[in-house]
């Protein structure tokens, strides 16, 4: 039987389901390299089944907490996360704190891996960026460790986030305003945000008729961006519009635009999300919803600091508002392909 109060598993009852010694456990716990890997990974599997998590609160008073802090990315080749991690961690710094960086790859079970060697390394807290765990999850970090969430709203949990819904109603409304009543919206699957961003595009399309929408799944990467649109392009009524959940997959877009003789900006329109670097550049020039991952960064790092100063805080959610910057990839629909009404 599951236990069910996970605060009371020990790491004796860890060794008696493993069939090992309590001594083996705690060290394949603190990723000790006298374990095996293969030993280790069943360790953290079992434990993880078990709901245990090493109380690092309870350490950090006993004075043995490093300093550093763990800062998982969900996906290491998105651009904003590193933009998240410079404001995190800003350069000018005297002393900038030391961190253990690690991706999920876009894998929730390697999240759950990094979050288990962070906490082996008793580190003083711990920033989620983009996290695909689940809320529970989480939740439960946040009650072992002082944890910030970045780009997702989790309730109890310090958050810092960009308004997705306002983001994906100014996609929609500046697509809307151009004349396009054929749209698409390549969303970004379990990504943060991205659930929000979709619905709020949805909702303001089908405030406006004749306007229709086709959704494709995509997951933020541009290979799914680029599998998306070659989909779109294929179809006989392409859409004269393209919403991408965020700029990795509009990138993708771009590049099926090219394959298919193609051009945003004159064939098609195109609007990203999170207007990230190369998104400004004249062969890209690419319109998107803009924030600031910097300043999400720098907030992430207060509410981190302040949190580890009192556990008993309230947890505080800060979102910042989005805006839209228009570039090349704008362009009026086809006179064939918009209808007579304007946008209410």
Do not use: W
């Not at 236990?3 to 493993?18: K, N």
């Not at 001594?23 to 993880?48: C, F, N, Q, Y």
């Amino acid at each position: 039987m599951e236990r069910t109060q996970v605060d009371h598993v020990t790491l004796d009852d860890i060794a008696a389901r493993a069939g090992v010694s309590r001594a083996t456990v705690s060290m394949a716990l603190r990723g000790s390299p006298k374990i095996s890997v293969k030993r280790t990974d069943e360790i953290h599997r079992i434990a993880r089944q078990m709901g245990y998590s090493p109380n690092v609160n309870a350490s950090r008073l006993a004075g043995t907490t490093s300093s550093a802090f763990g800062v998982l990315l969900a996906d290491l080749h998105n651009p904003i996360m590193s933009d998240i991690v410079d404001g995190f961690a800003p350069a000018n710094e005297d002393e900038p704190p030391e961190m253990y960086l690690a991706s999920g790859f876009n894998d929730v079970e390697r999240e759950r891996t990094s979050l288990d060697t962070f906490l082996a390394h008793r580190v003083a807290g711990i920033v989620l960026i983009g996290s695909r765990l689940a809320v529970a999850q989480i939740q439960h970090l946040a009650k072992t460790v002082p944890t910030v969430v970045v780009g997702r709203n989790i309730p109890g949990v310090d958050s810092v986030l960009v308004d997705d819904k306002s983001g994906g109603d100014l996609a929609a409304e500046h697509l809307l305003k151009l004349g396009h009543r054929r749209l698409a919206h390549l969303d970004g699957g379990t990504g943060a945000g991205a659930q929000l961003r979709k619905e709020a595009f949805l909702q303001r399309v089908a405030s406006v008729k004749p306007a229709a929408v086709r959704v494709l799944l995509g997951n933020y990467t541009q290979s799914s961006g680029y599998a998306g649109a070659k989909e779109l392009f294929a179809s006989r009524d392409r859409p004269t519009a393209i919403f991408a959940a965020n700029d990795s997959m509009a990138l993708g877009v771009l590049g099926a635009a090219r394959e298919c003789h193609l051009m945003a900006g004159v064939d098609f329109a195109l609007c990203g999300f999170d207007d990230i670097d190369i998104a400004c550049y004249g062969y890209i020039s690419l319109t998107t919803i803009s924030y600031s991952r910097q300043e999400m960064g720098h907030v992430a790092r207060r509410l981190l600091r302040d949190r580890i100063g009192d556990v008993n805080l309230p947890a505080r959610t800060v979102e910042l508002q989005p805006s839209l910057i228009v570039r090349g990839t704008s362009c009026s629909a086809p006179m064939a392909a918009s209808a007579d009404e304007s946008p209410h």
